[in-house]
């Protein structure tokens, strides 16, 4: 698909959910029915844009943590949205500038702007393939995949803020399995999603702005998102609010977060 047919795809008359998420990091690549929707959010609960940038700080803690101390040096991050600098790849180049990442998306909008993904370092690769999380043999069939990664090789499979787009009845956690099953030993799944836990009521109205738009969502406790790490060894802390996991003091502001301003579970595990 060329960028002009990606253009052609782009529904500017209802709210997207990736452009809703632009607006929430400060971005400029939404359109006004975006920023009234994300409205909406903000006035039931105006700590979305607490928790959409702990959610970015954790997956920059967790690329680091993976590639400075786990020895990974490949990526594959699925539900990557609209690009935000310091995207994936900036993060682990600046570790590793030999790192390796695929990006994924099923999203004509984030194709648009996939060439803000391949700025690759020399020593390394970048590269962006058009497909769905719920079509796991598409993407471990891409030919785009193979040429950027070695598959006998430890992968961090990265799902930020994807999962709670994806109800259980399109079997997430099969899905998941799927895809480190195609992976090596010392592999790593990193993952950030939305929870009830601290506000229910308040998380279902917002569930319910989304669901009004035509995106379904289904945010998940504590325990149903330590299910996507079954068979892993958990790095510590294991599965922790998100600005809990592993916090970075140069990252820390002069006031923390609550954990129902985050209510986001983040965890990293490795595969055996």
Same mark, same amino acid.
Request: charged residues 25%; proline residues 7%; glycine residues 6%.
């Given at each position: 698909?060329?960028?002009?047919?990606?253009?052609?795809?782009?529904?500017?008359?209802?709210?997207?959910?990736?452009?809703?998420?632009?607006?929430?990091?400060? /971005?400029?690549?939404?359109?006004?029915?975006?920023?009234?929707?994300?409205?909406?959010?903000?006035?039931?609960?105006?700590?979305?844009?607490?928790?959409?940038?702990?959610?970015?700080?954790?997956?920059?803690?967790?690329?680091?943590?993976?590639?400075?101390?786990?020895?990974?040096?490949? *990526?594959?991050?699925?539900?990557? /949205?609209?690009?935000?600098?310091?995207?994936?790849?900036?993060?682990?180049?600046?570790?590793?500038?030999?790192?390796?990442?695929?990006?994924?998306?099923?999203?004509?909008?984030? !194709?648009?702007?996939?060439?803000?993904?391949?700025?690759?370092?020399?020593?390394?690769?970048?590269?962006?393939?058009?497909?769905?999380?719920?079509?796991?043999?598409?993407? !471990?069939?891409?030919?785009?995949?193979?040429?950027?990664?070695?598959?006998?090789?430890?992968?961090?499979?990265?799902?930020?803020?994807?999962?709670?787009?994806?109800?259980?009845?399109?079997?997430?956690?099969?899905?998941?399995?799927?895809? !480190?099953?195609?992976?090596?030993?010392?592999?790593?799944?990193?993952?950030?999603?939305?929870?009830?836990?601290?506000?229910?009521?308040? *998380?279902?109205?917002?569930?319910?702005?989304?669901?009004?738009?035509?995106?379904?969502?289904?945010?998940?406790?504590?325990? =149903?998102?330590?299910?996507?790490?079954?068979?892993?060894?958990?790095?510590?802390?294991?599965? =922790?609010?998100?600005?809990? *996991?592993?916090?970075?003091?140069?990252?820390?502001? @002069?006031?923390?977060? @609550?954990?129902?301003?985050?209510?986001? *579970? @983040?965890?990293?595990?490795?595969?055996?």
């Amino acid at each position: 698909m060329t960028d002009s047919h990606a253009a052609r795809d782009i529904d500017t008359s209802r709210p997207h959910s990736a452009r809703m998420y632009d607006y929430y990091l400060g /971005g400029k690549d939404h359109f006004e029915v975006d920023q009234q929707a994300a409205g909406k959010v903000a006035d039931v609960f105006p700590a979305i844009f607490v928790c959409a940038g702990e959610n970015r700080a954790f997956m920059h803690r967790a690329t680091r943590i993976l590639a400075r101390e786990h020895g990974i040096r490949q *990526w594959l991050d699925i539900g990557t /949205g609209i690009p935000t600098e310091p995207n994936l790849h900036q993060v682990a180049q600046a570790v590793v500038p030999e790192a390796r990442v695929v990006y994924a998306d099923n999203d004509p909008l984030v !194709l648009k702007y996939a060439e803000r993904l391949m700025r690759s370092t020399p020593e390394g690769r970048t590269t962006y393939i058009q497909a769905d999380f719920t079509e796991p043999e598409a993407i !471990l069939g891409a030919p785009e995949l193979h040429e950027a990664l070695d598959l006998t090789q430890p992968v961090a499979l990265s799902l930020n803020a994807l999962l709670h787009f994806v109800p259980d009845d399109l079997d997430p956690y099969g899905i998941v399995a799927r895809l !480190l099953d195609a992976l090596p030993s010392g592999s790593a799944l990193a993952l950030s999603h939305c929870t009830p836990d601290f506000d229910p009521v308040t *998380w279902q109205t917002l569930c319910d702005i989304y669901i009004a738009t035509g995106t379904r969502v289904q945010v998940r406790s504590r325990e =149903e998102v330590g299910r996507f790490f079954e068979g892993l060894d958990l790095l510590e802390p294991g599965v =922790e609010v998100g600005h809990r *996991w592993r916090p970075d003091p140069r990252e820390q502001g @002069t006031t923390e977060p @609550t954990d129902i301003e985050v209510s986001l *579970w @983040t965890a990293v595990g490795i595969k055996p």
